[in-house]
């Protein structure tokens, strides 16, 4: 019997190395599609919370909304979200190509605004022609991206770091980006 557990000493760990490898990949990748999840979610809730805002403070309201007031709401409703990271565009029915911007350039007076925007601008904007935009019954939308850079991407030959703290775009390489949009009618 001894001789048998003499050939047998290592075995435990060969096979355990054998598994672990792929498991802990296995529960990485779980993590990491939740996180995903989450952040998609996430994304998802700001964007229509920031959409009701603006779509309940139309022309016959005291305080319309501003391009000010939806980045705050969605910034306030996207919990962990990045705001240097998070890229918005708003539509209205006069303002069919969009505006983009980040929603820290959103939220404060910025050198890299649109020309002929003001942060403090009303939202939907009520000095287009015919139809102004912001009347009831108009449909507004506001859509948005959040990249995600996932820590799988380091096992993989080649990819680089797979985590980055400095603020991402949606237009490098590599980088997934999340899409969210929502879309209502004017109510007030």
């Known amino acids: 019997m001894s001789n048998f557990r003499r050939r047998s000493l290592g075995n435990a760990t060969i096979e355990f190395t054998l598994v672990g490898i792929p498991l802990v990949f296995v529960l990485i990748s779980t993590m990491e599609m939740a996180r995903g999840m989450w952040i998609y979610h996430t994304l998802a809730h700001a964007i229509k919370e920031g959409t009701r805002y603006a779509a309940a403070r139309g022309e016959n309201t005291l305080t319309p909304a501003s391009f000010q007031n939806v980045c705050k709401v969605i910034s306030e409703a996207g919990t962990g979200l990045v705001p240097d990271d998070l890229t918005l565009t708003f539509y209205s029915a006069g303002n069919v190509p969009g505006t983009r911007m980040s929603a820290t350039d959103c939220l404060a007076n910025s050198t890299r605004w649109p020309p002929g925007y003001n942060v403090t601008d009303p939202w939907p904007p009520t000095i287009n022609p015919v139809p ?57």
């Open 132 to 188: 102004v935009d912001n009347q009831p019954g108009q449909t507004i939308m506001i859509s948005g991206l959040y990249p995600f850079v996932s820590a799988i991407s380091m096992f993989w030959p080649g990819a680089g770091a797979g985590t980055t703290f400095q603020p991402l775009s949606c237009k490098g390489a590599g980088t997934l980006c999340l899409p969210a949009s929502s879309q209502d009618v004017m109510q007030f």
